[in-house]
């Protein structure tokens, strides 16, 4: 045979066998690859950020019934007459009576007018910690610097933020935060470090970042195992406040 022939002959036997493939795909049923089950939860969504209808209000402006300090006593921060609430320095931080796992978390926050003489860590901190460990820095950094794996949106000297997406000092700031818990075997080792995700205004700050062990000011972080654990929010010494509270637990 030439073998221009059989170069022809090859081309279209391999077209047949291409429209031959083409048309068994199409005779398979589409609805092969629909899933029903499970049905997907009906949620009914808030309005301004406010606590979606299955998620659990850990803060809504009226009490602190949600919340202990330290001694296990009612928090003592100041409840103010706009639903919201502030630190109230040399009273400690505050916890929430329930304890969490994995979770999808809405909290916001408001730094205090600016105190002159104050800057860097000194201005306007408190913190997100979440399972009582992991902290989220809150701080105001406008116009003001500070090493950047602490400053607003860190996960603190863990984790620098992709972007600074504070509003101006005085105004309303919110955290929404994904956060997936450590795994642990029997020894205690952590056999899957935790992640976590974070939105400041909307603005994607932290992307699933692996969280490398309880936040410490000193060293490295090293894990211990643990369960559940609550919010926990800092008394760094200024008039950070927070409002609008609210928890979706993902296990
Ligand atoms: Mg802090």
Not at 172 to 182: A, L
Not at 206 to 233: C, M, N, W
Request: glycine residues 10%; neutral net charge; contains cysteine.
């Amino acid at each position: 045979m030439n073998k221009l022939f059989v170069s022809v002959l090859a081309l279209g036997l391999s077209f047949m066998v291409c429209k031959g493939q083409e048309k068994k795909e199409q005779l398979i049923d589409p609805k092969l690859t629909e899933v029903w089950e499970p049905k997907v939860p009906k949620v009914t969504p808030g309005k301004d950020h406010t606590a979606p209808s299955d998620a659990i209000v850990l803060f809504d402006g009226s009490n602190f019934d949600n919340w202990i300090n330290g001694k296990g006593a009612t928090a003592e921060w100041t409840l103010n007459a706009d639903g919201s609430m502030t630190v109230k320095p040399k009273t400690g931080g505050i916890r929430t009576k329930q304890t969490f796992g994995s979770m999808q978390l809405h909290i916001e926050w408001r730094s205090p007018e600016k105190v002159e003489g104050k800057s860097g860590q000194g201005l306007g901190n408190s913190g997100v910690f979440i399972q009582g460990r992991y902290e989220i820095q809150v701080l105001d950094n406008n116009d003001n610097e500070t090493y950047s794996n602490g400053q607003v949106g860190s996960v603190y000297k863990q984790s620098i933020p992709l972007a600074m997406a504070s509003v101006p000092t005085g105004a309303w700031n919110s955290y929404d935060i994904i956060y997936h818990q450590p795994e642990f075997d029997e020894q205690g080792k952590v056999t899957k470090k935790a992640t976590i995700t974070v939105l400041h205004n909307g603005v994607l700050i932290q992307d699933h970042f692996e969280i490398q062990g309880p936040t410490v000011y000193r060293g490295e972080p090293s894990y211990k195992a643990h369960g559940k654990g609550p919010i926990f929010l800092q008394d760094h010494g200024d008039l950070v406040s927070y409002r609008n509270i609210w928890i979706r637990e993902l296990n």
